[in-house]
C-alpha cells in the first residue's frame, strides 16, 4: 500500500502490519527533513504532488517491487505540504524471509520514488529564501519568500 498525506507519516508497522511470520527479515529506511544541504542552513522543506498520479505510480512501484523481489511485502509514504526539521517525508517498509530480500527491495523502492514519483521538493533556507532542488521541474534558482 501506497499513502500520500499532508499529515505526520503513520509508524512503519501501521503501514505493514506483522500479519505474516514468515517474514524474518524486515527492513526499514525513513528520509528526514536535515538542517544543511548543499552549503546551506535548511529550515523546512516543501513538497508539492501531482497527488492522483503520485498514487498511482507509488502503488506501481510497490508492484514492481514485490513482483521483482518475491517473496517480499512492501509499503511505502511519503509527506507533502511543509515540514519541518527532523520530520520523516518518505518512508519504505519491506519484509521477507531474509534480510537480503528486504534490503533489496527497500532500496530499489526508495530508489524508484526518488526518481518516478512526480513529487517536487523546495527548500527554505535560514536567510528566507527558498529554490526548488532536485526536482528537473520549470523552477530555477534562489527565491525571495
Not at 538542517?35 to 502503488?59: I, K, M, S
Request: negative net charge.
Amino acid at each position: 500500500m501506497f499513502r500520500l498525506q499532508t499529515d505526520p507519516l503513520p509508524a512503519p508497522a501501521d503501514l505493514l502490519p506483522r500479519a505474516d511470520l514468515a517474514c524474518g527479515g524486515v527492513v526499514i529506511f525513513e528520509g528526514r527533513v536535515r538542517d544543511y544541504n548543499d552549503g546551506r542552513a535548511v529550515t523546512a522543506l516543501e513538497y508539492e504532488a501531482y497527488e492522483a498520479l503520485a498514487l498511482a505510480e507509488g502503488e506501481r512501484i510497490l508492484a514492481e517491487a514485490a513482483a521483482r523481489f518475491a517473496p517480499v511485502r512492501v509499503a511505502a509514504a511519503h509527506r507533502h505540504g511543509l515540514l519541518g526539521l527532523g520530520e520523516a517525508a518518505v518512508v519504505v517498509i519491506a519484509a521477507s524471509a531474509h534480510r537480503q530480500e528486504a534490503f533489496a527491495a527497500c532500496r530499489w523502492v526508495i530508489d524508484a520514488i526518488k526518481e518516478r514519483l512526480p513529487v517536487w521538493k523546495r527548500e527554505h533556507y535560514a536567510d528566507g529564501t527558498r529554490a526548488w532542488v532536485a526536482c528537473g521541474c520549470h523552477h530555477h534558482g534562489t527565491e525571495a519568500p
